[in-house]
């Protein structure tokens, strides 16, 4: 059955572009409503912007949504995975400026919020977009897909220059709780050189050692180094699954990426709204509501993220 929060739960934080102090706050919403962002600095304009793949307007490193009236919101994609991987299907995220907390880099201080403050059932069910045809996108080494499968599933591959990231791969089925333990806790990262030009550019303006794992060629300069030794593939895949979310329902199918970002993401979303039959909607009973991300997770999967 569909979901939501049982009660509010707010976000205080800055912007990692921006810099910028804010305020966010996840807000029960009734049955077949769906996730939505709501500006409340703006007034004049539609402040409401739908979580959906057709609102992206791609930022410089992040998922930026952006609705008719051009009230936009940015870095949405770590909030995105929590939902998903927690399995809430409706909510309103009110956030008074552009972009939202980024805390500590990760998904798991909005993870711990929501499965300490619980889900309320609905009688509505869940409707699931089944992936029926392969899709796939490209740009140079760089590629995404997304095939049929019974389950939700992530196959991320990276190949970095930089020693303390170099290549990794994963691969991980999004149920039963796997999401909150495996992935997460894992922090956006990048390198010391790439720091300074986004800084040179105006962004990353809110970026410190703290929230985002910083690498130098084999040196990780974060405090208390990595949480994982492959952080940066489960980053990625965090960042999928949050981009993912944005079909507008969850996926059951395999998404495979490789050197695959963002906009690669949305992309692929792209390609398989615009080829009919590619995929379509069924309403989840038990056995496949057990196959989606969220499924089973709760405050004992809390223990794992703690530690």
Same mark, same amino acid.
């Given at each position: 059955?569909?979901?939501?929060? *049982?009660?509010?739960?707010?976000?205080?934080?800055?912007?990692?572009?921006? !810099?910028?102090?804010?305020?966010?706050?996840?807000? @029960? +919403?009734?049955?077949?409503?769906?996730?939505?962002?709501?500006?409340?600095?703006?007034?004049?304009? =539609?402040?409401?912007?739908?979580?959906?793949?057709?609102?992206? &307007?791609?930022?410089?490193?992040?998922?930026?949504?952006? =609705?008719?009236?051009?009230?936009?919101?940015?870095?949405? &994609?770590?909030?995105?995975?929590?939902?998903?991987?927690?399995?809430?299907?409706?909510?309103?995220?009110?956030?008074? !400026?552009?972009?939202? @907390?980024? %805390?500590?880099? $990760?998904?798991?201080?909005?993870?711990?919020?929501?499965?300490?403050?619980?889900?309320?059932?609905?009688?509505?069910?869940?409707?699931?977009?089944?992936?029926?045809?392969?899709?796939?996108?490209?740009?140079? @080494?760089?590629?995404?897909?997304?095939?049929?499968?019974?389950?939700? &599933?992530?196959?991320?591959?990276?190949?970095?220059?930089?020693?303390?990231? !170099?290549?990794?791969?994963?691969?991980?089925?999004?149920?039963?709780?796997?999401?909150?333990?495996?992935?997460?806790? $894992?922090?956006?990262?990048?390198?010391?050189?790439?720091?300074?030009?986004?800084? +040179?550019?105006? %962004?990353?303006?809110?970026? /410190?050692?703290?929230?985002?794992?910083?690498?130098?060629?084999?040196?990780?300069?974060?405090? !208390?180094?990595?949480?994982? *030794?492959?952080?940066?593939?489960?980053? *990625?895949?965090?960042?999928?699954?949050?981009?993912?979310?944005?079909?507008?329902?969850?996926?059951?199918?395999?998404?495979?990426?490789?050197?695959?970002?963002?906009?690669?993401?949305?992309?692929?979303?792209?390609?398989?709204?615009?080829?009919?039959?590619?995929?379509?909607?069924?309403?989840?009973? +038990? /056995?496949?509501?057990?196959?989606? @991300?969220?499924?089973?997770?709760?405050?004992?999967?809390?223990?794992?993220?703690?530690?």
């Amino acid at each position: 059955m569909q979901t939501t929060l *049982k009660k509010a739960i707010s976000f205080d934080g800055v912007g990692l572009h921006s !810099g910028r102090n804010v305020r966010m706050t996840l807000r @029960p +919403a009734a049955a077949n409503f769906g996730i939505w962002f709501r500006r409340t600095d703006v007034s004049g304009r =539609n402040a409401l912007i739908p979580a959906h793949w057709a609102q992206v &307007e791609q930022g410089e490193l992040c998922t930026r949504l952006v =609705n008719a009236d051009r009230v936009d919101v940015s870095t949405v &994609e770590h909030v995105m995975a929590a939902v998903a991987g927690c399995g809430i299907h409706n909510l309103t995220i009110d956030v008074d !400026g552009p972009e939202l @907390p980024i %805390l500590d880099g $990760s998904s798991a201080p909005f993870v711990a919020a929501i499965l300490e403050t619980g889900l309320e059932r609905f009688d509505s069910p869940v409707m699931a977009l089944r992936i029926l045809e392969t899709v796939e996108v490209r740009n140079g @080494p760089a590629w995404a897909r997304l095939e049929p499968s019974d389950d939700f &599933e992530i196959d991320f591959h990276i190949d970095f220059t930089d020693a303390a990231i !170099g290549r990794q791969d994963k691969c991980l089925r999004i149920a039963n709780g796997a999401f909150v333990r495996e992935l997460a806790d $894992s922090r956006t990262f990048c390198r010391q050189a790439d720091v300074d030009a986004m800084r +040179a550019r105006g %962004l990353a303006l809110g970026g /410190t050692l703290e929230n985002a794992v910083v690498v130098d060629g084999a040196d990780v300069l974060s405090p !208390g180094g990595l949480r994982h *030794k492959d952080e940066a593939v489960r980053h *990625k895949m965090l960042d999928a699954l949050g981009d993912l979310a944005l079909a507008g329902a969850p996926i059951l199918g395999r998404y495979t990426g490789v050197r695959s970002g963002h906009a690669m993401t949305n992309a692929l979303l792209r390609t398989l709204f615009a080829r009919p039959g590619a995929a379509r909607l069924v309403e989840a009973d +038990a /056995t496949l509501a057990a196959r989606l @991300p969220g499924a089973g997770a709760g405050p004992r999967d809390l223990v794992r993220l703690a530690a």
